[in-house]
Nanobody, 126 residues
Framework: QVQLVESGGRLVQAGGSLRLSCAASGRPIGAYAMGWFRQAPGKERDIVAAISWSGGSTYYADSVKGRFTIARDNAKNTVYLQIDSLKPGDTAVYYC???????????????????WGQGTQVTVSS
């Protein structure tokens, strides 16, 4: 079992930046692709970014390209999401997820992920 705990979410003004962290425990995640998703009130949960086990391959949703950066530190069993130029439309609960298929490519489907964190709230004021 893998436990994921997100942190770093808070209230921030539009144009600001945040770094979200996802700390894993229970098992090393170095062989797993990881993803960040978000869910705004009344909307479905959507992928925003994903990263391969090595960090060599990444995916970004069109809505966040150029503003979001996903990274990982396998030695710390942690994945990060740097968010710049925040917009009110980025307001959501952000979740990280782990795909336990070893050495897989980053996947965009939530159904492919096996472990989820509890989420961290990001609120962007205009």
């Amino acid at each position: 079992q893998v436990q994921l705990v997100e942190s770093g979410g808070r209230l921030v003004q539009a144009g600001g930046s945040l770094r979200l962290s996802c700390a894993a425990s229970g098992r090393p995640i170095g062989a797993y692709a990881m993803g960040w998703f978000r869910q705004a009130p009344g909307k479905e949960r959507d992928i925003v970014a994903a990263i391969s086990w090595s960090g060599g391959s990444t995916y970004y949703a069109d809505s966040v390209k150029g503003r979001f950066t996903i990274a990982r530190d396998n030695a710390k069993n942690t994945v990060y999401l740097q968010i710049d130029s925040l917009k009110p439309g980025d307001t959501a609960v952000y979740y990280c997820a782990a795909d336990e298929e070893p050495y897989g490519s980053p996947t965009t489907s939530g159904d492919e992920y096996d472990y989820w964190g509890q989420g961290t709230q990001v609120t962007v004021s205009s």
